[in-house]
């Protein structure tokens, strides 16, 4: 066989003309509109010596994205088109196959709960920038970044994940981000449809609809989606209703327009959480009958790309949105405990805008030029109400301020917080032969500003008024080498930083000391990774690494010492961890290693990472040396994907964690009570997923799957007041008509 040396050949005249994304895509298009010498080369190429590159983009993204530089980051990409319908947003199935990522599960849905390689806790995912379309989905990006509210799976097209490096794209947060790509609209008809009826255990109903077409210079998609289910639990309930639109325009060839809005409005009960005996006695326990979860996110942006020439592009973006987290909440009990008298009522608002301008310059051969800005805003007041009614109603309000902690039917807490963030970036991929070196820079500033008019009356410490400001310097270079038969090196060293968020400055909560005594840096991150990837044979995706973080300055509260309050504390920069470890990730489709054009796909998936993380530096002298909590030592992921392009797919996926401690110091909660007691480590657990569709007709789909296939008992979410318990078995069944 000759092909590997037409291969490397085509590599290398299309290195002389083309920039790092021609590479990666090899279209036809892309090749039919180069350079007319390098037409002439590419003329009488053989598909087949093309295939293994549009294969390698199956699983990683393009080296240069638009107006984003990922060659020489760790990258990886899932296509939902590939994987049978995910319902119920089953964020397992979601991030199959995404490697290292950790799902912190609960049965109620709203709250997104990941994390990566035991940074931070998963909970709302605050330690992992997640985005749509490149835009954050955080409550507030800066002050406040929690997940609480997710796309439906039928909305995306793809998951990318960005490792080391993804602060320099994106902004704060330490690696990795999660971008959601949206689905477009159908490009060859004017009208296409699409509905879907799901129905399932615990009296599931999901409905999905949407209509997309393009028509001249226009394009639009619409979809309107509804989900309820009572939930495996009492007080499980939940309603969500949704709403998508997209609507584009192309004036010319070299501009276009996108208007889009996202709606999302959910209800939910909270059964509360438990002990470990009550978990192991029955898991299906309420511990609190009337708390409720009100979400709504509202969202418009308008995007506007613009190519002026062959080798500059700009993409800009800007949107507002409006998001409220509405809760009742009790203290939980267990009969023969009596019930609480009281509830807490709690409105927590966001009114945020932002900008994200990227300009994309091509020059010499292969190199590349980003530079961009980014700017954010967001107001968001925070209130609490006592209430003597356990089912007080989200709308319910009270005036007179408490003044005791036994007052009922008042205000308990007023926030009014603000952030401001804005930053500047530039980053360039240098190219020469088959290596590539890419530096590059980021200037942050974030404000951050908290005054309270209202505070709790169980608390000692002055009200909090507080202003910070930071600005933080952020570099990065990564280094690569293209080698072999379509294999890449890549190595990576970036800087990456965690906000200073409300809570860190102003505990509406605890006697965290107000005033200039309670200011803690910004936490640091510096990661490493090297590693190799590749499509070196037809069906075969490989793509290992190395890794290490350093996390300095890690923000946690400590005793405020001599001359405070009683029982007050000072949130503080307490210590150092480090994570380091190894990530895998294998793919290989039997049937494509046959013959690369085919229709039809027997794939075997497996990734893997493991993590060796520890404190190397804390002024708790009884924490060094310690796990930080939820740092797996390894989490593992496989599975089978079974399909034939418009006639089925099969998907059995299988995810297993390594036990892990819930908290820093690596000791139990209550140790000497068992009525409240919790066991250090969150126990290993393993859990398998079924799932198909089955076209009866081109149009017609039935569709069915069971997840926790083997019903295992377990928890992945848990903190010292208590556990949430996974979901037990569950199954669904429907169908699906399209046109």
């Known amino acids: 066989m000759k092909r590997p040396l037409r291969i490397r050949t085509l590599v290398l ?3 002389l003309g083309l920039s790092s994304t021609n590479h990666a895509q090899q279209s036809t298009t892309d090749e039919t509109n180069g350079k007319k010498d390098d037409a002439v080369q590419l003329r ?38 590939r994987l049978p319908t995910i319902i119920d947003n089953n964020l397992r199935a979601v991030f199959s196959q995404t490697p290292g ?31 749509q379309d490149g835009i954050p989905l955080q409550a507030d990006w800066i002050g406040y970044p929690t997940i609480y509210s997710f796309p439906l ?16 794209l994106y902004g704060p947060e330490p690696p990795p981000t999660i971008n959601l790509v949206s689905r477009k609209p159908v490009a060859d008809r004017e ?26 210079s226009w394009d639009y998609l619409a979809d309107v989606h509804y989900r309820r289910t009572d ?88 949107w507002s949105g409006y998001q409220n987290l509405a809760s009742r909440s009790e203290a939980g009990f267990v009969p023969p405990q009596p019930p609480p008298t009281t509830a807490q009522l709690q409105d927590d608002v966001f009114r945020y805008a932002g900008v994200d301008a990227r300009l994309l310059h091509r020059w010499a051969r292969g190199n590349a030029l980003t530079i961009g800005f980014t700017g954010y805003h967001s107001d968001a007041p925070f ?57 590059s820079v980021r200037l942050e500033r974030e404000k951050v500003d908290v005054e309270e ?49 409300y809570f860190d400055i102003g505990s509406p909560f605890g006697n965290t000391a107000a005033g200039e005594i309670n200011d803690p840096d910004p936490t640091h991150i510096l990661s490493f990774e090297a590693g190799v990837h590749g499509n070196p044979v037809d069906g075969l995706f490989y793509d290992v690494s190395l890794f290490q973080v350093n996390v300095k300055d890690r923000i946690e509260s400590q005793p405020a010492g001599p001359g405070a309050p009683a029982n007050n504390t000072i949130n503080v920069n307490t210590g150092d961890t480090r994570h380091r470890g190894f990530e895998g990730q294998v793919d290989y489709d039997f049937l494509a290693a046959r013959d690369p054009q085919t229709q039809r796909h027997f794939s075997v998936f497996a990734n893997v990472s493991l993590l060796d993380a520890e404190f190397t530096a804390t002024r708790n002298a009884a924490n060094l040396g310690n796990k930080p909590a939820f740092s797996p030592r390894y989490l593992a992921r496989a599975g089978l994907n079974w399909r034939e392009d418009h006639h089925y797919k099969v998907a059995l996926s299988w995810l297993s964690v390594a036990s892990q401690y819930f908290q820093d110091s690596n000791q139990p909660a209550f140790p000497t009570d068992p009525t409240r007691f919790i066991p250090a480590k969150v126990p290993q657990y393993t859990v398998v997923d079924l799932s198909g569709d089955y076209y009866v007709t081109q149009k017609v789909r039935l569709l069915a799957g069971v997840s926790n296939l083997m019903d295992h008992k377990y928890y992945s979410r848990v903190f010292s007041n208590g556990i949430e318990p996974g979901l037990a078995r569950s199954y669904y069944a429907g169908a699906s008509f399209e046109f």
Not at 153 to 168: F, K, N, W, Y
Not at 204 to 209: G, R
Not at 305 to 316: G, I, M, N
């Open 191 to 216: 009208l296409a449809g699409y509905s879907e009826n799901v129905f399932g255990k615990d009296g599931l109903f999901a409905t999905f609809n949407t209509l997309s077409g393009t028509s001249g």
């Open 101 to 131: 990522l950790l799902v912190s599960e609960q049965q109620a849905p709203g709250q997104t709960n990941l994390s990566y390689r035991g940074i931070g806790n998963p909970q709302e995912s605050e330690f992992v920038t997640v985005l």
């Open 13 to 15: 005249l299309i290195g």
């Open 231 to 318: 939930g495996q639990r009492h007080n499980g309930d939940s309603d969500l209703a949704g709403a998508d639109f997209h609507l584009g325009y192309r004036p010319d060839e070299a501009a276009y327009w996108a208007l889009d809005f996202h709606g999302y409005d959910l209800e939910t009960g909270d059964p509360g959480k438990m002990s470990y005996s009550v978990f192991q006695r029955d898991a299906d326990t309420t511990t609190t009958p009337d708390a409720r979860l009100w979400t709504e996110r509202y969202q418009l942006s308008l995007t506007h790309e613009r190519k002026f020439d062959e080798k500059t592009q700009l993409v800009a973006k800007v």
């Open 44 to 81: 009488n190429v053989d598909v087949h010596a093309i295939a293994p590159w549009r294969v390698k983009l199956d699983y990683l993204m393009p080296e240069v994205d638009g107006p984003f530089i990922t060659v020489t980051k760790k990258t990886s990409i899932t296509k939902l088109d």
């Open 453 to 501: 008019s209202i505070k709790p009356p169980n608390l000692t410490r002055d009200r909090v008024d507080r202003t910070v400001t930071h600005n933080v310097p952020l570099f990065g270079i990564g280094f690569g080498n293209d080698f072999g038969h379509l294999n890449e090196t890549y190595f990576n060293v970036s800087q990456g930083w965690r906000p200073v968020r």
């Open 383 to 439: 209130r609490q109400w006592t209430s003597s009614n356990l089912s007080v109603p989200r709308s319910d309000r009270y005036a007179p301020t408490c003044l005791t902690p036994a007052q009922v039917n008042c205000a308990r807490l007023n926030h009014e917080r603000s952030t401001d963030y804005a930053a500047v970036f530039a980053e360039n991929v240098f190219r020469w032969g088959k290596w590539h070196l890419v530096p």
């Open 153 to 168: 799976p039928q909305t995306i097209a793809t998951v990318q994940s960005i490792r080391g490096g993804s602060s320099l």
